[in-house]
């Protein structure tokens, strides 16, 4: 029987949002920033304190790690560090675009990969093993089973796997909250029932979750407003047009205004934790 082929859907829309906020605000990095205490978070700060969450991940690399396979690597932001620490390092994006920006971003300095996780074939990828998987706010939209195998796969015996990422921690007990993250409990009896043992766990989220607030502000009072002004001239102009956009996307847009109004850090903290996790192969 042929090997199952992911579909790259759901993941090319997640890139579309990745991609768009890369461009719109400049922002080097793929992931939330880590506000040290006293640091004001503001769009201005987000750059440095993005720089933040790189320096505190690489804090959790075991010593002897020489061979990185960066699972995820968005535009190549941990990759570039990586690199100038001397690792050798191989890059996995499912989008085209974000490895043209990796390889760009870090001087062609590493292997790359485009294709989903969930997709390589260990047996053909002419992969040497690694001494550690990275997934740098990747892990989310990774199958967690499937993930599990393919780390063991990629991985000398005794490598490690280097997770910074959100989880669920409660029930999602209403409707509008975000249903993204792994359940964290799921996540680590999987890591276990693949044979990996947690050598490192750290509850981040404080220092995290301020970029939620960034997030919901930008969205509704930057992002909303814009899309408001072109609803407005359409109303103005072609009622009739108006009409039948609200028809066709008024309980979606509805939706969507529930959801944005439910992202601040304040709920994040209620239902995610934002956790550093280290595992070692068996
Ligand atoms: C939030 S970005 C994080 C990027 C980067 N690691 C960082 O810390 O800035 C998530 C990354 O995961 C990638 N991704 C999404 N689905 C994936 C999958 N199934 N397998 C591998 N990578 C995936 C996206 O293309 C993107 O590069």
Redesign the pocket.
């Known amino acids: 029987m042929a090997a199952k082929k992911?579909s790259h859907k759901k993941?090319y829309y997640?890139?579309i949002a990745?991609r768009l906020g890369h461009k719109l605000f400049g922002v080097e990095?793929?992931?939330y920033g880590y506000f040290e205490k006293g640091k004001k978070p503001t769009l201005q700060t987000l750059p440095s304190a993005q720089d933040a969450y790189v320096r505190n991940l690489l804090k959790y690399i075991p010593a002897g790690v020489k061979r990185v396979f960066?699972?995820?690597?968005?535009?190549g932001?941990?990759a570039t560090q990586l690199v100038k620490k001397k690792f050798d390092v191989t890059c996995?994006?499912?989008?085209p675009y974000?490895i043209e920006k990796t390889l760009e971003n870090t001087g062609g300095k590493v292997a790359t990969i485009t294709?989903?996780?969930?997709n390589l074939d260990p047996a053909t990828a002419g992969l040497a093993p690694f001494d550690m998987v990275l997934?740098?706010?990747?892990c989310q939209?990774?199958?967690v089973e499937e993930g599990w195998k393919q780390s063991s796969a990629f991985l000398k015996p005794k490598g490690h796997v280097l997770v910074?990422d959100f989880f669920r921690i409660k029930e999602l007990d209403r409707p509008g909250l975000s249903k993204s993250g792994h359940p964290l409990e799921y996540f680590l009896q999987e890591a276990a029932n693949h044979g990996f043992k947690l050598k490192k766990k750290v509850d981040i989220t404080k220092f995290v979750a301020p970029t939620m607030d960034l997030y919901q502000e930008t969205i509704t009072e930057k992002i909303f407003p814009v899309f408001e002004g072109i609803f407005e001239i359409v109303q103005r102009r072609y009622p009739f047009i108006y009409k039948i956009l609200g028809w066709m996307f008024g309980k979606k847009i509805r939706k969507l205004h529930v959801k944005y109004s439910n992202q601040g850090s304040e709920i994040f903290s209620q239902y995610k934790a934002y956790m550093v996790l280290l595992f070692q192969k068996a």
């Open positions: 992911h993941s997640n890139d990745l990095h793929l992931h960066d699972v995820g690597c968005g535009t932001g941990v996995l994006a499912p989008d974000l294709d989903l996780y969930e997934m740098s706010e990747s939209y990774i199958k910074a």
